[in-house]
């Protein structure tokens, strides 16, 4: 377990106990930072708006999360992590089962996109998954698809996580987030050996069609701002329920051994630092292996505690889950990490390894304050967006 000692005054104080310096909007209590995203309905109708209008044509315009190309490192034998306590796993949530007989891996309902707008202005998304939580409302990612590492800013713009994503379609609806639940190290300091997120999200939307309404009642209602010929028109919608009502929840797992056999699934879609593009980031892929306790060497990530697996994935696969005991029949198991780095190990501009942070004790507290939280509907009784 690593702590991140700031100077104060000639004196080093453990962030676990300091909560100076925290931006206004975020809480901490102990280890976890609570941040609001879409405080209420009316701001939440509005992110989802922006992502379906025009047929969802931000959604399609979004391109992936990507590392420089110079910025993939080794994996290397130092450091580590170290367990803080027993080992823990909370049950997923069943899914549905797939057909029997099959010898290919069935994809998780699960998985899916966060989308959002990067400091600079740019619509990108990342990979991530539902995860089971009291009110069926959780998504788990890295920290670096919730909070803007790159510009400083708090948190990413207009998030919204979409599970079974493709081409512009969200099969079952778009999910807003409505609270961010990290470590406090991440949140304020940016270390990468806590790069996760636990992200609750409203219940989710299905966009039914436009109606053409009248200046006040169009004043009512959020949504794409367009008028022609003096006519106003909004988005109508419907409620489509909690995420894991709909497509299940993954398990959750800390404090596990090294060499445990994971399958980690995301959208892979950036080149190589060679050059080659070999995935699309249209469709998830996955990888399947036995995890390794060595770290990545990048300190100016601060990483000291992450585990690595052979995989030979590009960015986008950010945020992706790692998941043991996976259950191709159930299409659920154990998250045990989240995708936040890409290595090449052997030195040929091929990234070969991917890194997650280890989940310990730690992580556990903030999972544990997020799968509490309830979030609610954002339409109201006739299924228009309310302001």
Not at 99 to 108: E, I, R
Request: some cysteine; aromatic content about 12%; charged content about 20%.
């Amino acid at each position: 377990m690593k702590r991140i000692l700031l100077p104060i005054g000639g004196a080093a104080v453990a962030t676990g106990m300091l909560v100076v310096g925290l931006p206004a909007t975020a809480q901490a209590a102990g280890d976890v930072a609570i941040d609001p995203m879409a405080r209420n309905a009316g701001q939440a109708a509005s992110v989802a708006s922006f992502w379906f209008a025009s047929n969802g044509a931000a959604l399609r315009r979004a391109t992936a999360y990507t590392w420089d190309s110079n910025e993939v490192r080794k994996v290397v034998s130092k450091g580590g992590y170290t367990p803080d306590g027993s080992p823990g796993t909370a049950a997923p949530t069943s899914g549905n089962k797939a057909a029997g007989g099959s010898q290919n891996v069935n994809l998780p309902k699960t998985v899916g996109k966060v989308f959002f707008v990067d400091g600079s202005g740019k619509y990108r998304w990342c990979s991530a998954t539902s995860i089971q939580s009291n009110y069926r409302n959780l998504v788990v990612t890295a920290g670096h698809c919730v909070y803007d590492t790159e510009s400083n800013k708090a948190l990413l713009d207009n998030w919204v996580f979409v599970p079974g994503y493709y081409q512009g379609k969200a099969p079952w609806g778009i999910y807003v987030g409505k609270q961010a639940f990290t470590h406090y190290d991440f949140d304020v300091y940016e270390d990468y050996d806590r790069d996760y997120a636990f992200v609750t999200v409203y219940n989710g939307i299905q966009f039914t069609g436009a109606k053409q309404v009248s200046k006040r009642e169009f004043q009512r209602f959020s949504g794409p701002k367009r008028s022609w010929g003096g006519r106003h028109y909004i988005l109508l919608s419907k409620d489509a329920g909690r995420l894991g009502d709909n497509v299940g929840g993954q398990g959750f797992a800390w404090n596990q051994p090294a060499n445990r056999t994971v399958r980690t699934f995301g959208y892979p879609s950036a080149p190589h630092p060679d050059g080659d593009r070999p995935y699309s980031g249209v469709t998830p892929k996955h990888c399947y292996g036995k995890t390794t306790g060595k770290s990545v060497s990048a300190s100016w990530l601060k990483i000291q505690e992450h585990i690595a697996l052979k995989c030979a994935v590009t960015p986008g696969y950010d945020g992706g889950p790692w998941i043991q005991q996976y259950s191709n029949a159930k299409r659920v198991g154990y998250v045990n990490g989240v995708t936040s780095t890409f290595a090449d190990q052997d030195g040929n501009d091929r990234i070969d390894y991917i890194t997650s942070p280890y989940f310990d004790g730690e992580t556990a507290s903030v999972y544990n304050s997020a799968k509490n939280v309830w979030s609610g509907k954002i339409v109201g009784p006739n299924g228009e967006l309310y302001r």
